[in-house]
Structures are given as structure tokens and as C-alpha cells.
């Protein structure tokens, strides 16, 4: 079954417009961690920001923000004013502690395209 | 601080032959995992390794397999390639200890199975 889904396939926008990508996740561990990472066109997936199950508070780091709420299972990431540099593909990630923490389970990626 | 790094970067193989993929862990890392990412079934869990045993598995047939060396660097081998093996491999490095820690990946490799 699916522990990550990523409902949103591709997302178009105009550059300085925001952007939110969706991450609806399930697990039965009391502790876990949620990632997202982007992906480029040259492949190499790029770590953006890590949150624990204990940890509910939204934080803002630079042009990037996530709204992460345990109540709905959701880990919403927010790009703010977009540029075309952000075009990729974003990977929501859950790792859980009853499995190795080392294994990732993806969501199926957001294409984002962020057009001048 | 050198990142994670691949080798080869892309591969060209025939089906029925076998084939081995590397990867160097950032330099005090222990743990490596492997997943294999294609179009159709997204990036899926291949196997992790720590301390040079395997740690966890995923779901794949035995022809994939792996292994790791004393100094963290680590092999994944696939035997008797098919089509569907064509995918873009890609490892990740982390700490491996008992708390979580961020995983960051290297650049994959590109495997083309004829």
C-alpha cells in the first residue's frame, strides 16, 4: 500500500507566484520522520528540509516553508515567490522507526514548472 | 566536504548480462541504501546497508544484490539484466546510528538494458 501519496502530478506557474505541494502520509510509528526532496533534471535528488513526528512546528527557511499537521497526516511544503530554477520534481519521503532508518518511502513527485 | 558519488554514471548493457554499480558514502557515513527510480514505478527501496551488513531489503527478486566494504563503499549488482531493469540507480549515504538521520544522495547511475 501506499504510505506517501503526492496527489498533485504537475504544477504550472508563473515565476513569483507561490507554490504549494501536497503530502498526505500514513504510518502506525509514533516516531518518524518526513523529508521533502527535489529533483533536477540532472537527476541527483537534493535534500530540502527533514521534520520529526514530535515536532509540529511550521518553520520558514529562506523562500521554503512546510506546514506539517499530525491531526490530517499532511507535510505541505511552500515555495514562496517561485523562480525557474525551482522547476523539478519534488519528492515527499516518510522513514519510520519500526523499519530501518535508512528506508525511504516516496511519494510519487510533484513536477513543478516555473515559467519567466 | 565531497558529497555521495556514483560510478559508472551511465551503462549500457544487453539482456541476460549482469552488471555492478558503486557508490562512496560522504566521508563518516556508514549507512548506504540503493533505490532503483523508474517512470513507471517511481523510486522504490532497494536495500541498505551498515557496517558492511545488510540491514534492510526490499522488495526485489535476487537477482539484485549488494554489498559493502570495510571503508563504507558500496557495490549493487544485478545478474541476468532484463528490460525493465532500466532505471536510474541511486544511493544514499547516512550516518546509520540510532537516531534519524538526513540521507543525501548521489548523482545515480543511468542503466539502459538492450
Known amino acids: 500500500a501506499q504510505k506517501v501519496t503526492q496527489a498533485q502530478t504537475e504544477i504550472s506557474v508563473v515565476e513569483k507566484e507561490d507554490v504549494t505541494l501536497d503530502c498526505v502520509y500514513e504510518?502506525?510509528?509514533?516516531?518518524?520522520?518526513l523529508f521533502w526532496y527535489k529533483q533536477p533534471p540532472s537527476g541527483e535528488l537534493v535534500f530540502l528540509i527533514r521534520?520529526?513526528?514530535?515536532?509540529?512546528q511550521n518553520e520558514i527557511s529562506g523562500r521554503y516553508s512546510w506546514n506539517f499537521q499530525k491531526s490530517t497526516s499532511s507535510f505541505n511544503f511552500t515555495i514562496t515567490a517561485s523562480q525557474v530554477v525551482d522547476s523539478a520534481v519534488y519528492f515527499c519521503?516518510?522513514?519510520?522507526?519500526?523499519?530501518?532508518?535508512?528506508?525511504?518511502?516516496f511519494g510519487a513527485g510533484t513536477q513543478v514548472v516555473v515559467t519567466p | 566536504k565531497a558529497g555521495v558519488t556514483q560510478t559508472p554514471r551511465y551503462l549500457i548493457k544487453t539482456r541476460g548480462q549482469q552488471v555492478t554499480l558503486s557508490c562512496s558514502p560522504i566521508?563518516?557515513?556508514?549507512?548506504v541504501s540503493w533505490y532503483q527510480q523508474t517512470p513507471g514505478q517511481g523510486l522504490q527501496f532497494l536495500f541498505e546497508?551498515?557496517?558492511?551488513?545488510?540491514?534492510n531489503k526490499g522488495n526485489f527478486p535476487g537477482r539484485f544484490s549488494g554489498r559493502q566494504f570495510s571503508n563504507s563503499r558500496s557495490e549493487m549488482n544485478v545478474s541476468t539484466l532484463e528490460l525493465g531493469d532500466s532505471a536510474l540507480y541511486l544511493c544514499?549515504?547516512?550516518?546509520?546510528?540510532?537516531?534519524?538521520?538526513?540521507?543525501?544522495f548521489g548523482p545515480g547511475t543511468r542503466l539502459l538494458v538492450l
Open positions: 544514499a549515504s547516512g550516518k546509520g546510528g540510532k537516531n534519524q538521520e538526513t540521507q543525501y
Open positions: 504510518t502506525r510509528d509514533t516516531t518518524y520522520y
Open positions: 521534520r520529526n513526528s514530535f515536532d509540529e
Open positions: 519521503a516518510l522513514s519510520e522507526e519500526t523499519d530501518s532508518w535508512g528506508k525511504f518511502q
Open positions: 566521508s563518516g557515513h556508514r549507512s
Open positions: 546497508y551498515f557496517s558492511e551488513t545488510q540491514r
